[in-house]
């Protein structure tokens, strides 16, 4: 079962002599969370995927990118980006065992990791690695954490 999260904050709003409680729950921070996500060139606020696209295209200057958004395969709220299936072609990757170009990967998503994004699926490859495997990368397992599917073939 996933973590789950309740974040509650209590105000005093006055109405009729009543203290009414307020609470802010996980599916309101997750509709603020476009407002948190920095703009493109034109001013428009980013998708988290296209955040990672960008980061990604700017460190490892990619001759294969790949960024599926793995989140409806999970038990999130509609419309998430939490769940991510990443296949990096880079020269980058030549020199670098699989360990550190993970850790390349992780420290340039960072800031994602810390604020939202749960889970990578990391497929990184040099293009003569890319090459020999056919241009092609292992499907996401199924989820083992609550996905929808094994949740449905339960009830």
């Not at 996980?26 to 603020?32: D, F, P």
């Not at 700017?58 to 790949?66: D, E, G, I, N, T």
Request: proline content about 6%; charged content about 20%; aromatic content about 4%.
């Amino acid at each position: 079962m996933g973590d789950r999260v309740d974040i509650t904050a209590s105000h005093d709003r006055r109405r009729d002599n009543n203290t009414v409680p307020v609470s802010i729950g996980l599916a309101l921070l997750l509709s603020l969370r476009p407002l948190l996500n920095p703009a493109d060139d034109a001013g428009r606020k980013m998708s988290v995927k296209m955040t990672i696209e960008k980061k990604l295209l700017a460190s490892f200057q990619p001759v294969y990118l790949q960024v599926d958004n793995e989140s409806h395969l999970h038990s999130v709220p509609p419309d998430s980006e939490t769940h991510f299936k990443l296949v990096i072609v880079s020269d980058v990757f030549s020199s670098l065992r699989a360990v550190a170009r993970h850790q390349a990967v992780y420290k340039v998503l960072a800031d994602e990791l810390q604020h939202g994004v749960h889970a990578l699926a990391l497929h990184t490859y040099s293009p003569v690695e890319w090459q020999q495997r056919g241009q092609q990368s292992p499907d996401s397992p199924d989820c083992m954490g609550g996905s929808k599917h094994a949740h449905h073939a339960q009830v």
